[in-house]
């Protein structure tokens, strides 16, 4: 017979960014641990509000799954003796398993035959094994912070008050801390705070909704949009849809009631983003606009509560916008009394970080690398990108940037407009964050594209010079995030700029606070940078081992790479492509160890192999290489591949490693040279054999 079984962790109110992850991460956590345990189930249902998290076990059989094992002892030579009397090792085995030795039987296997015998589990009940597996889920429910309260040694997010433990209509006991669970909830915290209690499981959801709580996340959320929808019809305006900002307070409430409030005409005045992030980030209050998308002068908010006099709520809920758009209004007309350029001084006493300085120590590096950068793009731009690159960061010393952080570069981008100048530098403020994550969006302007390169390379080459190095868990300053915006940037917008070249003008920047040798931060940026590469190029469908094979040769620009890269997936499809791999890989292998002279001598030519690839090798190594530089490199795989019969004929018939010293290093030599011309344009060592690319 099936049952569902309830557990509901009632507590105090848990932070609504905390809720979704712990019913999700912790369902699929609960399935792996019921699943171990041979438990029969259909699913896990998930439920919570602020106050409670609920993992409702569909289905679930009342006894584990029977299962049978086979266990193996001592090989039978070993377990038994000649006459077929058990030996030590049979008695030990037979003991240390708790059966009796008769129990024992042979059975072959591929090593031989062995005795063994067969552990049958009819399976245990779940009223006696489920407690123990949901005592050992509740401390793993994961949360970004935890806590302990009283003096017990559990944690949580927030202090456990009661928790139901319901398995149809029995109660499954168990404790968590100082909590005996039961079949007992509670209701809304002020609207039905009564106890309640549950004769089933199947009452939960409506006997929790009689008591004003909807613990169902979708039903929460349905209600805040019906809500709002009846306001759009109530004040004739439409809502700025916004699902993250219904999820985020569907999860801090349990009975979601929308009301709409008012704020004065006079600040629409203020640049839309202040208004917007006053409401929706700082009150979490939902946007309303116009048929020409003009701000209405309101907003609608949900409230926890039903009360007799709404209004008392909207006025309260308007007091508090009302004093944070006063302030943002008054910092907003001190920030316009002063050009943003102007600003810029005042960074000299705004630290960026400890071992790198100020950020005018940081604009002046960004604006000398953002006019490299547009050297080779856009030199005719290259003064408005140093320009751009000094106010980049100028809005960090304005009143409403500290008021409301998260509008930098939003602001920069509107102060520079509004104090006159240009459009695209203008924009390049707003752009050099950009991308602030895999799938944002790319600066669209040249001298946003040439900032943003600045800012980033600075912030990888200068953390890396004072030791901020990323680890596999820690990544505090965003550096594998800079890396591959730098890296999307330059292909996005073709810029062949050397990476080397970047790295190397961004450390010259930076040479009065590197703590350690240039040579050596280069070297740990670039193997950074190349592995940063390798996993977007992979990530974006391209074959491991041929990413590799690219990017052995070292790092030249993205544009080049990626044309590389494109030319030699294609060439994988010509029939010549594994054949010209296998001998080539064998080429460097054999000459891996040989670092003498690369001057090869047809005196010591002892078979026709040695003559007619060392003609042809010449030949053909100046057109790859000339194929190479100009960028054609279907055609210098292709003059590769004209190649390889010549390399393999010499593998038939002459013996590389020849008795004599100078043969043999002559043989190395006319190997070595061509693989080196070769490896330059794509290291052959790295493709996958059998025309089975490497997984990324």
């Keep these: 017979m099936e049952r569902d079984y309830l557990l509901e962790i009632g507590c105090e109110e848990i932070p609504a960014g905390f809720v979704g992850p712990a019913l999700w991460f912790g369902g699929q956590q609960l399935e792996g641990m019921l699943k171990k345990a041979r438990l029969s189930f259909r699913k896990v249902d ?71 015998f067969i552990r049958s589990d009819a399976g245990s009940p779940v009223r006696e094994i489920l407690p123990k597996i949901v005592s050992d889920f509740l401390p793993a429910i994961p949360f970004r ?34 909590v005996t669970a039961g079949r007992t909830t509670f209701g809304h915290r002020f609207l039905a705070p009564g106890a309640i209690e549950l004769s089933s499981t199947s009452e939960y959801p409506g006997r929790l909704a009689g008591a004003r709580v909807l613990v169902d996340l979708e039903d929460r959320k349905a209600g805040i949009r019906a809500g709002i929808r009846e306001a759009e019809v109530r004040i004739g305006m439409k809502w700025v849809e916004d699902e993250p900002l219904v999820e985020t307070v ?52 949900v409230s926890n509560m039903i009360v007799p006099d709404p209004s008392v709520v909207v006025a309260g ?61 856009f030199p005719a731009k290259a003064a408005d990108c140093r320009r751009a690159a000094f106010l980049s960061k100028a809005d960090l010393t304005t009143g409403v940037i500290k008021e409301f952080p998260e509008l930098q570069g939003v602001m920069g981008r509107h102060y520079a407009l509004m104090t006159g100048e240009s459009a695209e530098i203008a924009q390049s403020v707003f752009e050099h964050y950009l991308p602030k ?88 940026v670039l193997e950074f940078v ?63 160890a040989y670092n ?32 190479a530089r100009d960028g054609r490199y279907g055609e210098a795989f292709r003059e590769m591949s004209g190649l390889q019969p010549l390399v393999a004929a010499f593998f038939e018939k002459v013996l590389v490693m020849a008795k004599d010293d100078t043969v043999r290093n002559n043989r190395l030599a006319l190997l070595k040279g061509l693989s080196a011309v070769f490896a330059s344009v794509a290291d052959f060592s790295k493709v996958a054999s059998s025309g089975q690319p490497k997984q990324g």
């Excluded at 630290?351 to 950068?373: C, N, P, S």
């Excluded at 001057?599 to 194929?627: G, I, K, P, Q, T």
Aim: proline share 5%.
């Design 46 to 116: 998930i439920y919570g509000t602020p106050r409670r998290l609920t993992y409702v076990i569909r289905s679930l059989e009342e006894r584990q799954t029977a299962s049978e094992e086979t266990v193996m002892g001592p090989p039978k030579g070993v377990g038994l003796d000649t006459a077929g009397k058990p030996t030590k090792a049979a008695l030990g085995f037979a003991r240390s398993q708790g059966i009796d030795v008769s129990a024992l039987s042979v059975f072959p296997t591929d090593r031989g035959d062995y005795l063994g």
């Design 317 to 377: 809920n308007e007091r508090v916008l009302r004093a944070r758009l006063s302030d943002a209004e008054f910092y907003y007309g001190d920030d316009l009394k002063k050009p943003l350029f102007e600003r810029t001084e005042a960074l000299k006493k705004v630290l960026f970080q400890a071992d790198l300085g100020t950020y005018w120590e940081k604009v002046e590096r960004m604006a000398e690398i953002a006019g490299f950068v547009a050297s080779y793009g």
């Design 596 to 627: 003498g002279s690369l001057s090869v001598s047809e005196m010591l030519f002892e078979h026709d192999e040695e003559r007619a690839l060392h003609a042809a090798a010449a030949d053909v190594s100046v057109r790859v290489v000339e194929a």
């Design 250 to 301: 569907a999860n801090l409430v349990e009975y979601p009631v929308v009301m709409v409030g008012r704020f004065e005409e006079k600040y629409l005045s203020l640049p839309r983003e202040v208004l917007v992030t006053s409401m929706r980030n700082n009150q979490k209050y939902f946007v309303f606009e116009d048929a020409k998308k003009g701000l209405f002068p309101g907003f609608a908010f």
């Design 530 to 592: 190349v592995a940063r590469y390798l996993n977007l190029l992979v990530s974006q469908g391209a074959p491991a081992d041929l990413v590799e094979a690219v990017l052995a040769p070292g790092l030249t620009n993205v544009v080049d790479l990626r044309a590389k890269l494109d030319a030699l997936v294609a060439f994988r499809a010509d029939a010549a492509f594994e054949p010209l791999a296998e001998v080539f890989k064998r080429a460097i292998n054999i000459t891996k």
């Design 145 to 178: 912070k935890s806590m302990r309260w009283a003096d017990l040694d559990v944690k949580f997010a927030r202090p456990v008050h009661w928790i139901v433990s319901l398995y149809g209509d029995e109660v499954l006991p168990l404790t968590f801390g100082d």
């Design 437 to 524: 994550g895999q799938s944002d969006d790319l600066p669209a302007t040249d001298v946003g594209a040439a900032t943003a390169i600045a800012d980033k390379i600075d912030m990888v080459c200068g953390c890396f010079g004072v030791g901020l190095i990323p680890t596999g868990t820690a990544d505090p300053y965003g550096l594998r995030r800079h890396t591959l915006g730098i890296l999307s940037i330059l292909e996005s917008r073709g810029l062949r700029i050397p990476i080397g070249e970047l790295v190397d003008r961004s450390l010259a920047t930076l040479a009065p606070k590197l703590t350690s040798p240039a040579a050596e931060v280069r070297k740990k």
